[in-house]
């Protein structure tokens, strides 16, 4: 799920690898293996739940695709995830990946395909919810080992007043508010403010903030970015401070948020630079260990938006954060 991610194939010579990349595009499996991965990662045993096949007829198949420079693969902590490739733009097979995978992308998932990264998708995020629901408490404490909110949040309350211009605006959606501090930063500037939240307990914990702020102009909206209570095409800004490394799908929201954002409207995002200290996945819930910058911004390139401003901090504790601007198209 990073362009730094290691492509797995030898070095062929420009007729051995056509040849390799035609025989791993020739056979059905191949194709809807990489149509799965056009977005997400998975790891081995996810993608034989999709496919619902044995570990051993899966790593045949992604070693087959890999040795033809079609899959990339990361390690998150003792997991390996593989996500489909993109060649280098000098490279000759290059153009004939690409409209291999422009092909791909255009035919549709059977329904039991579907069903399966449904299942896959809700497991994920079953995980995360029962983290947050029993480390409520705790939570905030963990965090700041990694990034506290005072390191990141002033400059991504620049990044806020340089996108809304220092005028008040109408509309905006904060994704995982957490316990609801930057909600104090957005509810002076917005005239309403959508804060959601797939944590009930964690969703309180922002109404009670806002109750002692006496923020008036939020509603709570318990759900994720597919909550069918959205409003489309209405948000002037999408802020998600710290949540991506929690999320099932991470590629996914930015194309959710595509669908409710306004043209020239922007998406702010604060995160994690990719890391490998694994101990966060148990002391914080992270499902992803960071990304790297070229990870946001490619999804989001994919999704209608074009970069703005960024800004990353390194902080003593080897983590690195980066505050990012994206403007829908």
Request: charged residues 20%; glycine residues 6%.
């Amino acid at each position: 799920m990073t362009n730094q991610a290691t492509v797995l194939h030898p070095q062929h010579s420009d007729s051995e690898a056509l040849l390799a990349l035609c025989k791993a595009s020739a056979d059905q499996l191949r194709l809807d293996i990489l149509r799965v991965l056009s977005r997400d990662s998975y790891g081995v045993m996810e993608l034989c739940q999709i496919f619902d096949c044995k570990q051993s007829g899966m790593s045949h198949h992604l070693k087959i695709l890999a040795n033809a420079g079609l899959l990339t693969t990361r390690r998150e902590g003792n997991s390996i995830f593989y996500r489909r490739a993109h060649r280098d733009i000098d490279d000759q097979l290059s153009p004939l990946q690409s409209a291999l995978h422009k092909i791909i992308d255009q035919q549709s998932l059977p329904a039991s395909l579907e069903k399966n990264i449904a299942l896959v998708q809700q497991e994920r995020a079953a995980n995360s919810q029962a983290f947050f629901s029993n480390n409520t408490d705790k939570f905030q404490e963990q965090q700041e080992q990694i990034a506290a909110y005072d390191v990141y949040a002033p400059n991504a309350v620049e990044l806020l007043m340089l996108s809304i211009q220092g005028k008040p605006t109408e509309l905006v959606l904060e994704v995982g508010p957490g316990e609801g501090e930057f909600l104090t930063e957005l509810s002076p500037r917005f005239d309403q403010v959508i804060a959601l939240d797939n944590s009930a307990q964690m969703l309180e914990k922002a109404q009670n903030k806002a109750h002692e702020h006496d923020l008036s102009n939020i509603h709570f909206m318990h759900g994720d970015t597919k909550h069918a209570q959205l409003p489309t095409g209405s948000m002037d800004c999408v802020v998600i401070n710290m949540v991506l490394h929690h999320v099932p799908s991470p590629a996914e929201i930015f194309f959710d948020i595509a669908g409710l954002i306004k043209p020239k409207g922007t998406l702010l995002i604060t995160d994690l630079c990719h890391h490998d200290q694994d101990w966060a996945r148990n002391s914080c819930g992270d499902l992803w260990l960071g990304f790297e910058p070229e990870d946001l911004t490619q999804w989001a390139c994919e999704a209608g938006f074009k970069t703005g401003e960024n800004i990353y901090l390194a902080q003593r504790n080897g983590f690195r954060v980066q505050i990012r601007q994206f403007i829908k198209l």
